[in-house]
């Protein structure tokens, strides 16, 4: 399990290819790699990768499957990339973000970069379904940081956007001051968000049987949806 407080930002020094994997040399932030042991679980962007080697001080190897290279922007880096880092979280540690699996859902798109004074604005476009797990004020994985949605919009084909704010520390401790438009980043919906959509849809859809597509196609013309009456309580506000 992870946190989602990045811990640092890893340059990749050396990339290998295999039969059906690739591996990752990392070199990591500065004491980061402290009794770091093989086997060791790490989130590199937010994907949660297994310690293979520790050829020297500072760095890491970590190996990828195929699958895994196809499913995130992992087989897209070149040697002298950046990445997020996340160590695993001890027992009794403080949940400074919330609760992370380190298992990537689905892959957004940097849509638009805005910069306001001493704030940095990500637009992020997601595809369907996944727009029924994100609300404005919840909590969303982006390359391994947990954030808080500020706004959200839905399109009726289950696509939409998201913006999350982030101040000049998360900034200083990302790779997010890199990200631009076109750019790919991972997503991790926050499952207890997840588990509660997914439960109200399933009994709404159980309570109304043939009358589902009915229901769904008058809350259209007012502009909601199912997902809408899916959402879950208000949350305290971001810290």
Same mark, same amino acid.
């Given at each position: 399990?992870?946190?989602?407080?990045?811990?640092?930002?890893?340059?990749?020094?050396?990339?290998?290819?295999?039969?059906?994997?690739?591996?990752?040399?990392?070199?990591? %932030?500065?004491?980061?790699?402290?009794?770091?042991?093989?086997?060791?679980?790490? &989130? $590199?962007? *937010?994907?949660? /990768? #297994? @310690?293979?080697?520790?050829?020297?001080?500072?760095?890491?190897?970590?190996?990828?499957?195929?699958?895994?290279?196809?499913?995130?922007?992992?087989?897209?880096?070149?040697?002298?990339?950046?990445?997020?880092?996340?160590?695993?979280?001890?027992?009794?540690?403080?949940?400074?973000?919330?609760?992370?699996?380190?298992?990537?859902?689905?892959?957004?798109?940097?849509?638009?970069?805005?910069?306001?004074?001493?704030?940095?604005?990500?637009?992020?476009?997601? %595809?369907?379904?996944?727009?029924?797990?994100?609300?404005?004020?919840?909590?969303? &994985? $982006?390359? *391994?940081?947990? /954030? #808080? @949605?500020?706004?959200?919009?839905?399109?009726?084909?289950?696509?939409?956007?998201?913006?999350?704010?982030?101040?000049?520390?998360?900034?200083?401790?990302?790779?997010?001051?890199?990200?631009?438009?076109?750019?790919?980043?991972?997503?991790?919906?926050?499952?207890?968000?997840?588990?509660?959509?997914?439960?109200?849809?399933?009994?709404?859809?159980?309570?109304?049987?043939?009358?589902?597509?009915?229901?769904?196609?008058?809350?259209?013309?007012?502009?909601?949806?199912?997902?809408?009456?899916?959402?879950?309580?208000?949350?305290?506000?971001?810290?």
């Amino acid at each position: 399990m992870f946190t989602g407080i990045v811990q640092g930002i890893a340059r990749i020094a050396r990339l290998a290819d295999r039969p059906g994997l690739r591996s990752f040399t990392l070199q990591l %932030p500065p004491g980061f790699d402290d009794e770091l042991a093989l086997g060791a679980s790490v &989130a $590199v962007d *937010g994907v949660c /990768l #297994t @310690v293979t080697a520790r050829p020297a001080p500072g760095l890491a190897d970590f190996d990828v499957m195929q699958q895994s290279l196809a499913l995130t922007t992992l087989g897209r880096l070149a040697e002298g990339g950046r990445v997020n880092v996340e160590r695993a979280a001890r027992d009794g540690a403080e949940i400074g973000g919330h609760p992370l699996s380190g298992h990537v859902d689905f892959m957004a798109t940097v849509a638009e970069v805005r910069r306001p004074e001493n704030n940095h604005v990500l637009r992020l476009a997601v %595809p369907a379904p996944w727009m029924r797990y994100v609300f404005a004020k919840g909590y969303i &994985a $982006v390359n *391994g940081a947990s /954030l #808080t @949605v500020a706004e959200a919009g839905r399109e009726r084909d289950g696509s939409g956007w998201f913006e999350v704010w982030l101040i000049p520390e998360t900034l200083r401790m990302t790779t997010f001051v890199d990200k631009a438009v076109g750019d790919a980043v991972h997503i991790e919906i926050e499952r207890s968000t997840q588990v509660f959509v997914d439960t109200v849809r399933d009994a709404v859809a159980e309570r109304l049987g043939p009358l589902t597509a009915a229901v769904e196609a008058l809350l259209a013309e007012r502009g909601l949806t199912l997902d809408e009456l899916a959402r879950p309580p208000a949350r305290l506000p971001p810290r």
